[in-house]
């Protein structure tokens, strides 16, 4: 493109990071798992009881006989084995939550890197392609016809034109950044239209 396009906020890209960002989403899925684990070896350590009825019948309707049962979960007997189970359990789960604010740390340096290198390459894209742009411009043009009516060399008319093409390069170079700088941010938070394409 001629320019540079919008560049989102840092700020705003910052709140989208635990809605969007895979790493971060992939984590919290992983923690959640973890949490579920300490929950069933917590209810495993605690005593349970279990009543069943089972009753049989006549093939005419009529009432046979019925059975009443009671099953007992004493964890008493074995507290260490269970207590070693709900121990890993929940350092397993203190572990992926502090990988979780590791990683969101990371990702939050990581997208206001991007989002300012974008900002600032916009800036210099937008310069390029404007006063300096236009001032080279002129700059030719009236080297081209002083040159025409003997006023300047043809060195000189060469180097204005050397000028102006390199203002252009750098201009389409800022702009290469920014877009690059757009593509690193939209993989650290893509946009929630990428987000349902892939649930999809």
């Given amino acids: 493109p001629a320019g540079a396009t919008p560049t989102p906020l840092a700020s705003s890209e910052v709140a989208r990071i635990n809605r969007t960002n895979p790493e971060i989403l992939g984590l919290v899925h992983m923690a959640d798992a973890t949490g579920a684990a300490t929950t069933v070896a917590e209810r495993e350590a605690k005593p349970s009881f279990a009543l069943s009825v089972e009753s049989n019948i006549y093939s005419g309707g009529g009432f046979r006989d019925a059975m009443i049962g009671l099953k007992m979960n004493l964890p008493w007997f074995n507290h260490s084995a269970y207590q070693a189970s709900v121990s890993q359990a929940t350092e397993e789960h203190r572990a992926a939550v502090m990988e979780i ?4 740390r990371s990702v939050k340096t990581r ?8 900002a600032n390459a916009a800036i210099q894209a937008d310069a390029y392609s404007g006063e300096i742009l236009i001032s080279a411009t002129r700059a030719n043009e009236t080297t081209e016809s002083a040159w025409m009516s003997s006023g300047a060399t043809l ?39 990428t987000l349902s394409s892939r649930h999809h």
Avoid: C, G, K
């Avoid at 604010?101 to 969101?104: D, H, I, L, Q, V």
């Fill in 101 to 104: 604010e590791a990683a969101r």
């Fill in 111 to 118: 997208v206001i890197a991007a989002a300012n290198e974008a």
């Fill in 155 to 193: 060195l000189d008319v060469l180097e204005s034109r050397r000028s102006l093409s390199e203002i252009r390069l750098e201009q389409r170079r800022f702009v290469a950044a920014h877009l690059a700088a757009l593509e690193t941010l939209s993989s650290l938070v893509p946009p929630t239209a």
